[in-house]
């Protein structure tokens, strides 16, 4: 490496340690050790300070850069938007927001209105908020309460934590926005009940449980991530989802389902829900909306949900009375048109259910090899690997095992995820959620890491 650079390279990295406060991260660790830098990304290779290549597994560490790294289309469609109009209030439009929001509506059938953001906990707050809105004036202020379920994840706000079931993750950030109301998780494999039988049409029951004991009249809204992501990789059993859509017509509750993870592509249909025939009355999504190259996140409601904020006859403060600064930047809207059209030109959904079916066969074929792995779940491009000490009593494997493995698959050059800071006791899962441009050899290279590590960890 030439000594200028390497130089330069050491400035920042010790610039980063004195003056930036990395996320999730303990910086005691940083008193002995530098922190890491990205540096570079291509495809679905990172290159880190130090030069050293790794393959990402987690598609920038959090389940965001669906289309791959040095997408230089992208980067182009942003630059000539911002030299055009760079930003304006959104109470203006906008033609990249505009053209967007016609371009998503016509993947979202069903769905008519798009509300921007730059962030998934933005974007799940406007639902709250509008849900509040919707109580106040057209319920009486009763129909208030929102139910979010437990393992799900809704954003890191206060509000949003109020709305999360992960206690690790709202531990010491108390106390929370009330009228949030938890129901029962439905991860089959950690069972509730007695029986297994019909799983999906109980989990959905308890949901019915709560409605009653909180009183109908009283709950406005159910909040759900589609699949379970930091939570566990959770996919709700068959019966589940029809169930739920049953229960919230009867009882007038709105369906809010939280795609922010699965939205554009991760489960290899534009969005998951899609794949279990819901209606849902909001969805909110983010990461994939433009591959992590611009913020944007979006709240996309029905024309019905729209109507309940138009008359203003009824109430001169009757509109939806919210700004996010950042919805208005353009830069968000013109890379999801461009991050759309790539997923469209490589038929990246259909790779990302090939694909997805090989990454499944690969991590049962470690299930059937390793004792430890006791369940292997996921859909698409996204797959948990739940790790126990023991298959028979299910006993979680413990939390230091399963960041052995994370890190030693990290020294192979794969960078893989786990359940972090989410649930005492169950953070014991390994998570997945490559690229949608994966290929065989991305897939295989990931498993094949995952197998080394296992097999150091454990035996």
Sequence with gaps: ?????????????????????????????????????????????????????????????????????????IADAVRDQLVKINFFANSMGSVPGAKFAQKLITKMPGMSRVFYSSSGSEANEKVFKMVRQISHQHHGGRKSKILYRERDYHGTTITALSAGGQNERSAHYGPFTPGF???????EYRSQFESAECYGERAADAIEAVILREGPDTVG??????????????????????????????????????????GLGRLGTWFGYQQFDIKPDF?????????????????????????????????????????????????????????MRIIEAEKLLENTFMMGRRLMTNLQVLQDKHAVVGDVRGRGLFAGVELVSDRHTKLPADEAHVQAVVSHCLAQGVIIGMTNRALTGFNNTLCLAPALIAKTDDIDQITDAIDRALTHVFH
């Design 1 to 73: 490496m030439d000594a200028i650079i390497q130089d330069e390279i050491l400035g920042t990295v010790a610039a980063d340690r004195a003056h930036v406060w990395h996320h999730m991260t303990q910086h005691k660790a940083f008193e002995v050790q530098d922190p890491t830098l990205i540096v570079e990304g291509k495809g679905m290779k990172v290159w880190n300070a130090a030069g050293k290549e790794h393959l990402d597994a987690v598609s920038g560490g959090v389940w965001t850069v669906n289309v791959g790294y040095g997408r230089e289309s």
């Design 181 to 187: 109301v938890p129901v029962p998780h439905c991860l």
């Design 221 to 262: 809204a159910l909040c759900l991530e589609t699949l379970t992501a930091g939570g566990g990789v959770i996919v709700p059993p068959t019966g589940y989802w029809e169930r739920v859509q049953d229960i919230c017509s009867r009882y007038d509750v709105l369906l809010h389902l939280d795609e922010v993870v699965c």
């Design 283 to 339: 969805v909110t999504m983010a990461k994939g909306v433009a591959s992590g190259y611009a913020a944007i996140s979006c709240t996309v409601t029905t024309e019905a949900i729209f109507d309940m904020f138009k008359d203003e006859t009824l109430d001169p403060l009757g509109y939806f009375r919210d700004i996010s600064t950042y919805g208005g930047c353009t830069a968000g809207p013109a890379a999801a048109l461009e991050n």
